[in-house]
């Protein structure tokens, strides 16, 4: 699925580098020979996988905000890249409720500022603009959301997401078809993996309990999610990247990448999994919880499936097990570059 010799020396732009998906996805290229430059804001949790990663040492990175177009052009446009992916974004519901304008600003107006810089890289082959799983209307389906399926959102994380995939086919067919240039969006459903220390995300917030001998408290113990180690979305831009490249036309569209329907898990389960393997742990109902939240959520990825040949190959129960040995290594002090590498080279070999 992932073409080394495709990636050897390719220009990539990455925004968001420096949060959790961002700093996987860097490491990756980079091990893959590809060029590099990321532009994103500092990361904001600490610790962070960004400096774990010893990312900072190996990643030309700009430090700047997306809706700073000034500082986003002088990046950009003197990188010249071949390829855009787009991961910047306010990622977290629960923030959107408390700050709305911002959510919208970043998720909306930063999406149409990177679209409009990159309409001036004459090197630009294909962008990637990786959006949420979140941004279908959710009507609580026992069925997945297909990609052309109505977009919306109750919060505004989810309304910004959608909003941000509007902008991207707005931007697709009004300027970048007619230079043959690949866009399309990446939906993806509940990544996790080591080294996420967000706040208000579940594994980080096991992780935080755990550590000082508390129970988790979760809202909503019975919702389901689509579940998926961080590998298996990020290969699939990846892959997308790759398609992008060769047939702009096809593949520039929205395309869903989620597990298979056998990991569509509540959350309970994802809670009774991570105590049975942690020691002199717990999890209690949250019942101050105050804001509303879908209570089902599935993609389907048949499409995906079919058109881009990317499919799922970690199941949920080994996912939690490389969660939880690479959150104990980092307890340890171990080099978790070199082994965030094994990992990738590990997961490669699963996809041949």
């Not at 990159?118 to 294909?126: F, G, I, P, T, W």
């Not at 190959?313 to 978790?336: A, E, F, G, P, V």
């Amino acid at each position: 699925m992932i073409d080394i010799k495709f990636w050897k020396n390719k220009r990539v732009f990455v925004t968001g580098n420096t949060g959790f998906k961002g700093s996987w996805l860097t490491l990756w290229l980079h091990h893959l020979g590809a060029e590099v430059r990321g532009y994103s804001l500092h990361p904001i949790s600490s610790p962070a996988l960004f400096y774990e990663l010893k990312l900072n040492r190996i990643i030309d990175t700009t430090f700047a905000d997306i809706r700073d177009q000034v500082s986003l052009e002088k990046s950009m446009l003197g990188f010249n890249p071949d390829i855009l992916i787009h991961l910047a974004a306010q990622p977290i519901v629960k923030l959107s409720y408390k700050h709305p304008l911002e959510t919208y600003e970043v998720n909306v107006m930063g999406t149409a500022k990177v679209l409009d810089v990159a309409r001036n890289c004459s090197n630009l082959k294909a962008i990637v603009n990786v959006t949420s799983d979140k941004c279908y209307e959710n009507d609580e389906r026992i069925n997945g959301y297909k990609e052309d399926d109505p977009l919306g959102g109750f919060d505004p994380y989810s309304s910004s997401k959608a909003c941000s995939e509007l902008v991207t086919s707005a931007y697709r067919l009004s300027f970048f078809e007619e230079k043959k240039i690949g866009v399309a969006s990446a939906r993806a459903g509940n990544v996790i993996g080591g080294g996420d220390w967000s706040d208000d995300r579940l594994i980080p917030d096991i992780f935080r309990a755990f550590a000082n001998s508390n129970p988790v408290y979760v809202r909503s113990p019975r919702s389901t999610r689509p579940w998926q180690h961080v590998l298996e979305p990020l290969s699939g831009y990846l892959l997308l990247c790759q398609k992008l490249y060769e047939d702009y036309r096809f593949y520039s569209k929205g395309w869903n990448f989620g597990p298979k329907d056998e990991d569509i898990r509540t959350v309970e389960w994802i809670l009774d999994r991570m105590v049975e393997k942690w020691p002199n742990s717990n999890w209690k109902l949250d019942h101050d919880s105050d804001f509303h939240e879908a209570k089902s959520l599935k993609l389907d990825i048949s499409s995906t499936l079919r058109d881009l040949g990317w499919s799922p190959r970690w199941d949920l129960t080994s996912t939690i097990d490389k969660i939880i040995d690479w959150q104990k290594s980092w307890l340890n002090h171990q080099d978790m570059r070199k082994l965030s590498l094994i990992e990738i080279e590990k997961y490669m070999r699963d996809i041949e």
